[in-house]
């Protein structure tokens, strides 16, 4: 794959690298196919003939034989401890019924001491024939007595064994606890606190260095780390971001989601590392815990969910931000949760002026339930919606998860990227892996062939929202792009040919003709191989490798 000459430095951050002899996904140059980096920039991007010019000035060069070279992907929504503790640990995603998640808890718990707390993810009872999450009776039998912690597959709710429960007092007292069904809110919280307590530095670094080193295997140059105090510890979020720092794997973008009312609480943001107050700063919980606030009930229950913050909760906190100038951000998926988010950014706006807020980009993560007034107010206040399109395709459909919680036809509205895109809403695609797996071609899959024909994008428009897109989320316009001048953050990819891929007819067909010079991606139609990562280069500085056969 590479050549190097003599005396030159693979980790060097000043030298420079030729690549030629492939596909260059450039707007600088449609029909690039060799592209230079300096030292942690991009320098050049053109066609092979003038790349022979610069073949006896650099340190090395890569022969991509044929080989597709993109911005590096950014995940806008990580859970990085987590990720981690799930490749690690007691992963029950592949769990096709109750008995075999029970079956998989017997066989991880009898390989642990007595005493260790055993911690999980991914179960998802609405999947299983037996229609119901295992019991505490059932779980205690399974854990062999041990404290056991196992999250539903949206991480907004948990199911636990009698052991754990004993380990955090008052407990039954806390709201969200329910004697024998999945515990919720403050109650799931306090589990959730008292099980990672147990997580030591060691098996949390082992945990981190995993997830990022999988990120990079996956082509993911930057994550956003969504932290906070109810979602994991500020000893976890410093360590991680100190972990990024040494420049050894993907980019983290830490956000630390707490409510702040002041210049003071502002600073102590910033002193963490965070890039803003926002991230998981929950206005209301998931549709598949019965926890998203809806303005109407939901179908399977009597009741509207759970909210968290009202819009003068939102509108405090935004105005706050803004004035200190840093980010904020909340998580929202039901549609009264998205109401509430809006109209407090709005009386933000009013407060501390509008311009003011639409240049701070504030941020939603997940906006599933938006409505025509939510996904307007979004486009006026300069809200990025920071959204999952694996949600749409492990949920979504008439069958599926969506459609049991709210019907049909609530169902067929959510997650409208193509409307968010119409109205000139910035979007940033990610995973919020653990809650679905890191997975950046996939991701832009979904996006394109939406469950919901109508809400599909193009893989043009969902290919920058995963690369510029979570750079722009940041503050940042110049990078995710390979063109001069740009971080030289960038991935090499093994795929068949390159297209330009669009939802369906409605997409002009000039945009899909050769002549016009869009920059073509692989064919992401569902059957098809996704593309396998072969080298992420991060900042110049190659974070994984796997050699060209």
Same mark, same amino acid.
């Given at each position: 794959?590479?050549?190097?000459?003599?005396?030159?430095?693979?980790?060097?951050?000043?030298?420079?690298?030729?690549?030629?002899?492939?596909?260059?996904?450039?707007?600088?140059?449609?029909? =690039?196919?060799?592209?230079?980096?300096?030292?942690?920039?991009?320098?050049?991007?053109?066609?092979?003939?003038? =790349?022979?010019?610069?073949?006896?000035?650099?340190?090395?060069?890569?022969?991509?034989?044929?080989?597709?070279?993109?911005?590096?992907?950014?995940?806008?929504?990580?859970?990085?401890?987590?990720?981690?503790?799930?490749?690690?640990?007691?992963?029950?995603?592949?769990?096709?019924?109750?008995?075999? =998640?029970?079956?998989?808890?017997?066989?991880?718990?009898?390989?642990?001491?007595?005493?260790?707390? +055993?911690?999980?993810?991914?179960?998802?009872?609405?999947?299983?024939?037996?229609?119901?999450?295992?019991?505490?009776?059932?779980?205690?039998?399974?854990?062999?007595?041990?404290?056991?912690?196992?999250?539903?597959?949206?991480?907004?709710?948990?199911?636990?064994?009698?052991?754990?429960?004993?380990?955090?007092?008052?407990?039954?007292?806390?709201?969200?606890?329910?004697?024998?069904?999945?515990?919720?809110?403050?109650?799931?919280?306090?589990?959730?606190?008292?099980?990672?307590?147990?997580?030591?530095?060691?098996?949390?670094?082992?945990?981190?260095?995993?997830?990022?080193?999988?990120?990079?295997?996956?082509?993911?140059?930057?994550?956003?780390?969504?932290?906070?105090?109810?979602?994991?510890?500020?000893?976890?979020?410093?360590?991680?971001?100190?972990?990024?720092?040494?420049?050894?794997?993907?980019?983290?973008?830490?956000?630390?989601?707490?409510?702040?009312?002041?210049?003071?609480?502002?600073?102590?943001?910033?002193?963490?590392?965070?890039?803003?107050?926002?991230?998981?700063?929950?206005?209301?919980?998931?549709?598949?815990?019965?926890?998203?606030?809806?303005?109407?009930?939901?179908?399977? =229950?009597?009741?509207?969910?759970?909210?968290?913050?009202?819009?003068?909760?939102?509108?405090?906190?935004?105005?706050?931000?803004?004035?200190?100038?840093?980010?904020?951000?909340?998580?929202?998926?039901?549609?009264?949760?998205?109401?509430?988010?809006?109209?407090?950014?709005?009386?933000?706006?009013?407060?501390?002026?509008?311009?003011?807020?639409?240049?701070?980009?504030?941020?939603?993560?997940?906006?599933?339930?938006?409505?025509?007034?939510?996904?307007?107010?979004?486009?006026?206040?300069?809200?990025?919606?920071?959204?999952?399109?694996?949600?749409?395709?492990?949920?979504?459909?008439?069958?599926?998860?969506?459609?049991?919680?709210?019907?049909?036809?609530?169902?067929?509205?959510?997650?409208?990227?193509?409307?968010?895109?119409?109205?000139?809403?910035?979007?940033?695609?990610?995973?919020?892996?653990?809650?679905?797996?890191?997975?950046?071609?996939?991701?832009?899959?979904?996006?394109?062939?939406?469950?919901?024909?109508?809400?599909?994008?193009?893989?043009?428009?969902?290919?920058?929202?995963?690369?510029?897109?979570?750079?722009?989320?940041?503050?940042?316009?110049?990078?995710?792009?390979?063109?001069?001048?740009?971080?030289?953050?960038?991935?090499?990819?093994?795929?068949?040919?390159?297209?330009?891929?669009?939802?369906?007819?409605?997409?002009?067909?000039?945009?899909?003709?050769?002549?016009?010079?869009?920059?073509?991606?692989?064919? +992401?139609?569902?059957?098809?191989?996704?593309?396998?990562?072969?080298?992420?280069?991060?900042?110049?500085?190659?974070?994984?490798?796997?050699?060209?056969?």
């Amino acid at each position: 794959m590479s050549e190097r000459n003599p005396g030159s430095s693979e980790q060097h951050p000043s030298r420079t690298v030729l690549l030629r002899g492939g596909e260059v996904h450039s707007p600088a140059d449609p029909f =690039a196919t060799a592209m230079v980096v300096e030292g942690d920039r991009i320098a050049w991007v053109g066609e092979e003939g003038a =790349a022979d010019s610069f073949a006896d000035g650099v340190d090395e060069i890569v022969h991509l034989d044929g080989a597709l070279v993109t911005p590096a992907f950014t995940d806008a929504h990580v859970h990085t401890t987590a990720t981690g503790l799930a490749f690690t640990g007691l992963d029950l995603a592949g769990a096709a019924t109750l008995a075999d =998640a029970l079956a998989r808890i017997r066989s991880h718990a009898a390989g642990r001491p007595a005493g260790a707390v +055993l911690l999980g993810h991914g179960w998802d009872a609405s999947a299983w024939p037996e229609g119901r999450p295992p019991s505490r009776a059932e779980l205690d039998a399974a854990a062999g007595g041990r404290p056991l912690y196992l999250t539903r597959v949206d991480v907004h709710s948990a199911v636990v064994t009698t052991a754990l429960l004993d380990l955090v007092p008052g407990i039954r007292d806390r709201s969200g606890f329910h004697p024998d069904a999945p515990l919720t809110g403050d109650a799931h919280h306090a589990v959730r606190a008292a099980a990672y307590a147990t997580v030591g530095p060691a098996q949390r670094a082992d945990a981190q260095a995993a997830a990022l080193a999988r990120a990079a295997a996956l082509g993911i140059g930057t994550v956003h780390e969504c932290a906070g105090p109810e979602i994991s510890s500020e000893d976890d979020f410093t360590a991680l971001l100190a972990r990024a720092a040494e420049g050894t794997g993907p980019r983290v973008v830490g956000y630390w989601a707490e409510l702040i009312a002041s210049a003071k609480e502002a600073d102590r943001i910033r002193e963490l590392g965070a890039h803003g107050a926002a991230g998981d700063l929950f206005a209301d919980g998931s549709l598949g815990s019965h926890t998203a606030h809806l303005h109407a009930p939901y179908a399977d =229950a009597a009741h509207t969910g759970t909210a968290h913050l009202d819009a003068d909760a939102v509108a405090a906190h935004v105005a706050a931000c803004t004035e200190a100038g840093i980010q904020a951000g909340f998580h929202a998926i039901g549609d009264a949760a998205l109401t509430a988010v809006t109209e407090g950014v709005r009386a933000a706006a009013e407060r501390v002026g509008t311009a003011r807020v639409r240049a701070a980009r504030h941020r939603v993560e997940h906006a599933e339930m938006l409505t025509d007034a939510t996904v307007a107010a979004f486009a006026d206040l300069a809200l990025t919606a920071s959204v999952q399109p694996a949600f749409d395709a492990a949920w979504g459909g008439p069958d599926g998860m969506y459609a049991a919680r709210l019907g049909t036809d609530r169902a067929a509205g959510l997650n409208p990227y193509a409307a968010l895109l119409r109205a000139g809403v910035p979007l940033a695609l990610g995973s919020d892996s653990p809650v679905t797996p890191l997975d950046p071609w996939g991701t832009v899959r979904a996006a394109v062939f939406h469950r919901t024909r109508a809400h599909g994008i193009s893989a043009r428009a969902a290919f920058t929202a995963h690369t510029r897109g979570g750079w722009r989320a940041i503050g940042r316009d110049d990078a995710g792009v390979l063109v001069p001048g740009a971080p030289a953050d960038y991935a090499v990819w093994r795929t068949g040919d390159l297209i330009v891929q669009a939802p369906d007819e409605r997409v002009e067909r000039w945009s899909t003709d050769p002549r016009s010079g869009t920059p073509g991606l692989p064919d +992401l139609t569902p059957g098809n191989g996704l593309p396998q990562c072969l080298r992420t280069v991060v900042g110049g500085r190659t974070v994984f490798d796997r050699p060209i056969e």
